[in-house]
């Protein structure tokens, strides 16, 4: 069975920080890409930061470049996201998720579909 697990959501004030967790389980994820997406409140399911499976290439939302950084550790089981400087507009269900491939041209990584796993999500809620 796998798993996605996420982890370390909560409440902070803008301008504060938060690092999410993702715990991987029941089977090696060292050869899949990740990614994290979130939703709002009344709107769809958004891409926020994606992770190619080396590590060596990462991509970002315009809306999160230069405050929020993914990450995974070197046993390639957790997958994290940094969150520098949050906003009220980054409340959120936050979900990670786990791709064997992004798309045939593997350019699809913000692209739901291309992801087969999925974690229940962790809420992060930044207040004004």
């Known amino acids: 069975q796998v798993q996605l697990v996420e982890s370390g959501g909560g409440l902070v004030q803008a301008g504060g920080s938060l690092r999410l967790d993702c715990a991987a389980s029941g089977r090696t994820f060292s050869r899949f890409h990740m990614g994290w997406f979130r939703q709002a409140p009344g709107k769809e399911r958004e891409f926020v930061a994606g992770?190619?499976?080396?590590?060596?290439?990462?991509h970002y939302a315009d809306s999160v470049r230069g405050r929020f950084t993914i990450s995974r550790d070197g046993a390639w089981n957790t997958v994290y996201l940094q969150m520098n400087n949050l906003k009220p507009e980054d409340t959120a269900v936050y979900y990670c998720?786990?791709?064997?491939?992004?798309?045939?041209?593997?350019?699809?990584?913000?692209?739901?579909?291309?992801?087969?796993?999925w974690g229940q999500g962790t809420q992060v809620t930044v207040s004004s």
């Open positions: 998720a786990a791709s064997p491939t992004w798309g045939p041209n593997g350019n699809s990584w913000s692209h739901q579909h291309v992801y087969d796993y």
């Open positions: 992770l190619s499976w080396g590590g060596g290439t990462t």
